[in-house]
């Protein structure tokens, strides 16, 4: 989720098909500029290398989210069912899920932080049995890290509370744009 | 740009598909949505949001505005 500004000039977006980094690409209406998906940063064209404000989002399962904020509004395509995208949580339901509930494979998941130069994957794996919120420090700002099981989801705030922008993704599209990402261990 | 995943990168012309706009709203209890279902959630001010995962896979982006600044949501 980014705040789609450049500066102070509102930009609209639409899907730009081809990729980079194995990751999607979107354009604005206003420059014609190519920005990637995962960092939020300009590619091509007159705004390249420009960035996004990422804006705190969680992904998480409606289940989790309405609970949480049951005044919640929800957007709807009037007309369209959408195309499924689950998740396959072993942690919920029974071990072996029905083939009708089969979902993507979360075990390659994680929380990506990408703070003051360092980038820090707190794999999902790691992270989804933990009781209480976990202490890391990422770019020299101490965090904790938030995990809801149930959910499938994680969000990281500061100190004070706040919610920071950080993204649930695959292991993989991370290290694509954060090579030198470091992965959380349990002493970080 | 890459045409698909894993490719090589390659000079494409590459098409845009433009994102409808103004997409309703509804309050929880309106929507048939399963507990499973993705949503990506944000909150502003005090009011809270919820995109269907399931309507981002189809445009990729949205260009919305919940608060009172425009966001473009993608996943």
Same mark, same amino acid.
């Given at each position: ?75 709807? @395509?009037?007309?369209?069912?959408? $195309? ?8 919920? *339901?029974?071990?072996? #899920?029905?083939? %009708? ?11 990506? @932080?990408?703070?003051?130069?360092? $980038? ?8 989804? *049995?933990?009781?209480? #919120?976990?202490? %890391? ?32 993704t695959y292991r993989k599209s991370w290290l694509a744009f954060y090579p030198e990402t470091q992965t959380y261990r349990?002493?970080? | 740009m890459q045409p698909m995943p894993g490719e090589d990168l390659a000079l494409i012309d590459a098409a845009v598909r433009q994102t409808p706009a103004n997409f309703p709203f509804l309050e929880a209890d309106q ?45």
């Amino acid at each position: 989720m980014y705040a789609a500004k450049a500066g102070e000039q509102e930009m609209v977006f639409d899907f730009a098909t081809g990729l980079i980094n194995d990751n999607l690409l979107f354009v604005d209406r206003e420059t014609k500029s190519i920005w990637s998906q995962l960092d939020g940063k300009a590619v091509i064209g007159e705004l390249a290398g420009e960035p996004l404000n990422a804006v705190p989002s969680l992904q998480t399962t409606w289940g989790y989210w309405k609970q949480t904020h049951p005044d919640t509004k929800v957007m709807t @395509v009037p007309g369209h069912p959408g $195309a499924d995208y689950l998740y396959h949580n072993p942690d919920v *339901g029974s071990p072996r #899920p029905q083939f %009708a509930e089969f979902g993507h494979n979360p075990s390659q998941l994680g929380l990506g @932080v990408a703070l003051n130069g360092e $980038a820090v994957f707190f794999a999902w794996g790691k992270i989804r *049995g933990a009781k209480k #919120p976990i202490e %890391a420090t990422v770019g020299g700002t101490a965090l904790r890290i938030f995990v809801d099981k149930a959910g499938i989801t994680a969000w990281a705030e500061t100190e004070s509370g706040e919610m920071i922008a950080a993204i649930m993704t695959y292991r993989k599209s991370w290290l694509a744009f954060y090579p030198e990402t470091q992965t959380y261990r349990a002493k970080h | 740009m890459q045409p698909m995943p894993g490719e090589d990168l390659a000079l494409i012309d590459a098409a845009v598909r433009q994102t409808p706009a103004n997409f309703p709203f509804l309050e929880a209890d309106q929507v048939k949505l399963r507990n499973r279902d993705l949503v990506l959630g944000i909150s502003q001010d005090g009011e809270h949001w919820a995109i269907p995962i399931r309507f981002l896979g189809l445009y990729e982006v949205l260009n919305l505005r919940l608060g009172k600044d425009p966001v473009a949501a993608t996943w």
